[in-house]
């Protein structure tokens, strides 16, 4: 049996699995520290479903510590950003595009130095160790506890970034974490930088929540090994995710979708994600969550690194129902939905009680909801029926139709007919589709990177590649007879010279656990 666990804003899932079968399901109120809402689900499992600590072989956990700590500007570590590139990229330095607050409470540095390569792999500039070891002086005499090493063209060729990190290591001692862009972000520099200043500020906290983390599961009698989920549906253990942190953020939509795929059976659809706040809409292909080829903004700062493609609207079941016009959201009771909605005595309209009202739900005391028309009600419940499948509409890519699959405790809102798409499924377990994605991640490697192929190497050339997506899922931890290709892109670049040819591939496979599968 293994659990999956599932950090929510307002609830934290959690469930119970022997392979893909569900033995326990449970809700529980997020807690401040986060860390205790997973203890507290972890015992209402085991009184849905008893078992004792050596039953249990993995810990799966998809969490917001995170995503929540950057949002806030809480818990960052003093981080300072070394770029490699001089002479060249002096006009927008480090950090010129994050948001002021966000600079100051990481107490952000920024330092130029030479190094960086072109794209084919010809060098820019040498290093300057004695540079390097100067702007290594400054660090330490301004505090600095983290590092973001990014270079020009890194996932290219990331020997500079390499060596720069050994430099500063020397200097600065062991104490001080390194982030190295080529091992974080994508082609393209400024997107890959932050996304490598935003790891390197949220490394110490990694330590602490993945401590936290542990200790939370330990107390239960599990001794079983513990995963995070990734933002693309794929599983880091417990060293990794104090290496790549940022490697979390989307993980919620992420297992959400993935908890929809094995629910509905179905590997290629449009899965609605109903929760308290907000409905997050995604398209599953081939099971995992489609990626999104645009940067993502992260707390307002830019990143490349691997997202899924989620649009997000402001529909969910604490959203508060206009009672002249009968619009919902974007404005939410949140977590606060228990105290103020008028099913449970409050004295505003929500859309729970809209549910409650049509005999979708039957939570709290319907009487409270028996004045409401019965035309308004049908009027609201319509309403968000539109606005959903007009998000699942833009975010298809062909006029084909395409099953929906809703899922989340608020999905009880359309489960009616939708306008283009016709009826939405609801799985069994959907309330808890997340904790379900989470429980059944899956262990991956990607590779991205720009090849100067050679006329008539074509096929060495991303055999080559695919062998090396392989080779690096199995290095992470899947079960070797289990890997897969399930993503490949090929994107020639015409305006460099050399067959200049982007290829990305994603290798996936199930956990290996010691030989038991």
């Known amino acids: ?79 300072a950003a070394l770029r490699l590139g001089l002479p060249a990229t002096k006009a927008l330095p480090p950090l010129v595009d994050w948001p002021a607050g966000l600079v100051e409470a990481i107490q952000g540095r920024s330092y130029l130095a030479h190094g960086g390569y072109e794209f084919d792999g010809r060098p820019i500039s040498p290093l300057d160790p004695d540079e390097l070891r100067e702007h290594a002086a400054d660090m330490r005499a301004n505090g600095i506890r983290s590092v973001a090493i990014s270079s020009v063209f890194s996932p290219v060729n990331h020997d500079l970034e390499v060596e720069a ?43 602490e929540i993945v401590d936290g983390l542990t200790a939370a599961v330990r107390k239960q009698g599990i001794e079983a090994p513990i995963f995070l989920s990734q933002n693309d549906g794929t599983l880091m253990d417990e060293d990794y995710v104090r290496l790549y942190p940022v490697a979390t953020f989307a993980s919620g939509p992420t297992n959400s979708m993935r908890g929809a795929a094995l629910t509905s059976g179905l590997a290629t659809c449009a899965v609605v994600d109903i929760g308290g706040t907000t409905t997050d809409i995604g398209l599953l292909i081939n099971g995992f969550p489609r990626e999104t080829a645009n940067e993502v903004k992260v707390a307002g700062i830019r990143t490349n690194f691997r997202m899924p493609d989620v649009l997000s609207i402001g529909i ?157 899922a199995i290095a992470a931890g899947a079960f070797p007879a289990s890997v897969d290709i399930v993503d490949f892109d090929e994107v020639p670049i015409p305006y460099l010279p050399g067959n200049a040819t982007r290829i990305r591939v994603k290798a996936v496979g199930d956990l290996d656990m010691g030989g038991v599968r």
Not at 47 to 75: C, P, Q
Not at 166 to 193: K, Q, T
Not at 334 to 349: D, K, M, N, P, W
């Open 165 to 207: 990190a050994r430099i500063i290591a020397e200097e600065l001692g062991d104490d001080v974490a390194i982030s190295l862009s080529h091992e974080i972000g994508r082609i393209g520099l400024l997107e890959r930088e932050n996304a490598t200043i935003i790891n390197a500020a949220l490394r110490e906290l990694a330590s």
């Open 1 to 79: 049996m293994h659990i999956g666990i599932d950090v929510g804003g307002t609830n934290t899932d959690a469930v119970l699995m022997d392979g893909t079968l569900t033995l326990a399901a449970v809700k529980h109120a997020t807690t401040e520290d986060v860390t205790t809402g997973i203890v507290q689900a972890i015992d209402a499992l085991r009184s849905g479903h008893h078992f004792d600590g050596e039953n249990i072989s993995a810990v799966m956990i998809g969490t917001t510590h995170f995503i929540n700590a950057l949002v806030e500007a809480k818990r960052l570590a003093p981080t």
């Open 316 to 472: 969910g079941g604490g959203s508060i129902v206009d009672e002249e016009t009968g619009e919902v959201g974007p404005e939410s009771v949140g977590y606060r939905l228990t105290t103020e909605a008028l099913v449970f005595g409050g004295s505003t309209l929500t859309a729970t009680d809209i549910a409650v009202a049509a005999g979708r739900a039957d939570i709290g005391d319907a009487s409270k909801v028996a004045h409401l028309d019965r035309a308004f009600v049908e009027r609201v419940l319509e309403r968000i029926g539109e606005r959903v499948a007009e998000a699942v509409d833009r975010m298809r890519t062909s006029p084909e139709p395409i099953p929906v699959v809703a899922v989340g405790g608020g999905s009880i809102l359309v489960s009616g007919e939708l306008p283009i798409f016709g009826a939405a499924q609801r799985p069994e377990n959907y309330a808890v589709a997340n904790a379900i994605g989470a429980s059944i991640a899956q262990v991956g490697g990607e590779i991205d990177k720009v090849y100067a192929i050679e006329p008539g190497r074509r096929e060495e050339a991303i055999a080559a590649v695919r062998a090396e997506a392989v080779d690096k």
